[in-house]
């Protein structure tokens, strides 16, 4: 290329104010560097590793609060020149995903300290891989490039195989990990196929293209297939990462096989960053529609994220039934969970129609109140197996009497992941039912049909757990108590209790972060033969 193309290209890019708006992202990968320093220097001391990776992700939780503000009235693409569209971008979206998941991150590496710090002789390289799946999953959050979504998928995905069989001695971690890399692989072809489909029909990478595209043809002529064909095989790779029926079959054995501290952090990290990424897809795809009539193109693929969003439901709540392990039933549960938050992404609305980003907020909220649920859940379940050595659902036989300072909080996050008032999961399920229900359409009454069917169906597995802690009781002594532990469990209870009592703050951010993201308008030549990209 032209040294002097290449300079026009980049003017007016301004280098230094992207870098600032990306230093969550450079904190975390300056992180992973200094544990690969840390050893070298100091030794491989398991205390000086984590202390290393503590105060990298405060830093990054520190720089996504700062760099908030700067975002807060229109997301910009960084980084690229500005006929790139969404190489990379910060935006509200991408930015509020960065702050919750330092502050997860943060939790798993506490939890980590609780149960395995202790034994664990690996420590810089396991913690190298869970920044370096971290970083994948921010990056995820940040882009709506077709190329960059692959790579920000498996830089998540492959350090997550390599953790989930990290104990080399643990033949069901080793097996769990190498179905998970399978299902990988896979999927990563799938999508890969579908974003050379979708590059070769419209010449460009961008979603935002695709989309001006996709409204421009209004899906006639011969293209048609090819276009639905590669939108629903890129689909395959997103779907892998929510655990998204027909792409579930990792997540049971996968969590099951992992050390617990990794399933917490898969529940919940992977199938968020997954599912902000379909929507911001399907947002992007809305906001092509200049004409309302256009929107009626992409409604087989409305249809398509819907009914797989009920279908992972359902598979994932009756899966759950016959789980005698609580940490396989409670993988079930996140699948189930997955098409709850996944139907969200399947609320199709004109940008020029009320409630436009309603979609995306619930989705936000309810990715908060998941985090707290799932995070409480889980330490329980550490916390109880670390002392019996199993998680079968007998070890929690007269909880309430032997440990109430675990039973009380398992039983709010149980009844918060079912749905049930007063607790934050029953308002979290409650917005994406109202967003859902504002699409005054059939597809979105089925699924509010189905979101409440599965509810109900899930009530029997969750307080099967509930039972077992307090109506049945075999005279097991009591339960050591770990302090670090209790205030995690139940800090987790509390929040999903003022979470709900003070629901309007939450929905309030949630949709600033919503509202708040970066648009890039596609447009083409006179003789459409050149696409480019600006902010609207």
């Known amino acids: 290329m032209n040294p002097a193309a290449t300079t026009n290209l980049w003017a007016g890019v301004p280098i230094g104010e992207h870098l600032r708006l990306f230093s969550p992202l450079i904190a975390l990968v300056a992180t992973m560097l200094a544990i690969v320093a840390v050893p070298l220097v100091l030794g491989r001391g398991t205390r000086r590793v984590a202390a290393t990776a503590a105060i990298g992700v405060a830093l990054m939780l520190f720089l996504s609060l700062r760099v908030a503000p700067s975002v807060a009235a229109q997301g910009v693409s960084g980084l690229a020149p500005p006929s790139a569209g969404g190489m990379l971008i910060a935006d509200g979206l991408s930015v509020g995903f960065q702050v919750l998941l330092a502050v997860f991150l943060g939790a798993v590496l506490w939890m980590w300290w609780m149960g395995s710090a202790d034994r664990e002789q690996n420590?810089?390289?396991?913690?190298i891989l869970l920044l370096g799946s971290a970083l994948g999953m921010a990056l995820m959050a940040a882009t709506s490039n077709l190329l960059m979504i692959v790579v920000a998928i498996e830089t998540a995905s492959l350090p997550s195989y390599a953790m989930v069989g990290f104990d080399k001695r643990d033949r069901t971690g080793a097996e769990a990990s190498l179905k998970y890399m399978i299902f990988g692989a896979i999927s990563a072809a799938i999508m890969l196929y579908g974003a050379s489909l979708l590059y070769g029909l419209v010449g460009s990478l961008d979603a935002a293209a695709i989309a001006q595209y996709t409204a421009s043809t209004m899906g006639s002529g011969p293209s048609r297939l090819v276009l639905y064909l590669g939108l629903l095989c890129f689909l395959a790779g997103i779907a892998f990462k929510i655990s998204a029926v027909p792409f579930h079959f990792w997540c049971p054995d996968a969590f099951e096989g992992a050390k617990i501290e990794v399933t917490t952090w898969l529940s919940v990290a992977s199938k968020?960053?997954?599912?902000?990424?379909?929507t911001r897809l399907a947002m992007t795809l809305c906001e092509a529609m200049a004409d309302p009539r256009a929107l009626g193109v992409l409604s087989p693929v409305a249809w398509v994220l819907g009914i797989m969003a009920a279908i992972t439901a359902t598979i994932g709540n009756f899966s759950?039934?016959?789980q005698q392990s609580v940490k396989r039933m409670l993988a079930y549960s996140s699948i189930a969970h997955a098409g709850y938050m996944m139907m969200a992404a399947a609320v199709f609305v004109h940008p020029d129609s009320a409630g436009t980003h309603a979609g995306l907020g619930a989705l936000f909220a309810y990715v908060v109140?998941?985090?707290?649920m799932n995070l409480g859940a889980f330490g329980v379940v550490a916390l109880v197996s670390w002392e019996s050595g199993s998680d079968r659902i007998e070890e929690f036989t007269g909880l309430a009497r032997r440990a109430p300072?675990?039973?009380v909080p398992f039983v709010f996050c149980l009844v918060s992941l079912i749905g049930v008032p007063p607790l934050a999961g029953f308002i979290g399920k409650w917005w994406i039912l109202s967003a859902l229900g504002g699409l005054q359409s059939s597809l979105g009454w089925v699924l509010v049909l189905a979101a409440v069917v599965n509810t109900l169906i899930s009530v029997y597995?969750?307080?099967?757990?509930?039972?077992q802690m307090t109506l049945r009781d075999d005279a097991r002594p009591k339960l050591p108590l770990r302090i670090g532990g209790a205030v995690l469990v139940n800090g987790c209870a509390l929040a999903l209790l003022l979470l709900f009592v003070f629901a309007g703050p939450l929905k309030n951010s949630t949709d600033r972060y919503a509202r708040n993201w970066f648009r890039a308008t596609a447009t083409r030549t006179a003789d459409g033969s050149a696409v480019s990209l600006a902010l609207p």
């Open 272 to 278: 968020a960053a997954g599912l902000i990424l379909l």
């Open 123 to 127: 420590a810089p390289e396991f913690l």
């Open 369 to 372: 109140i998941y985090m707290f």
């Open 320 to 322: 759950a039934y016959k």
């Open 405 to 407: 300072w675990l039973a």
């Open 461 to 467: 597995f969750y307080m099967r757990l509930v039972v």
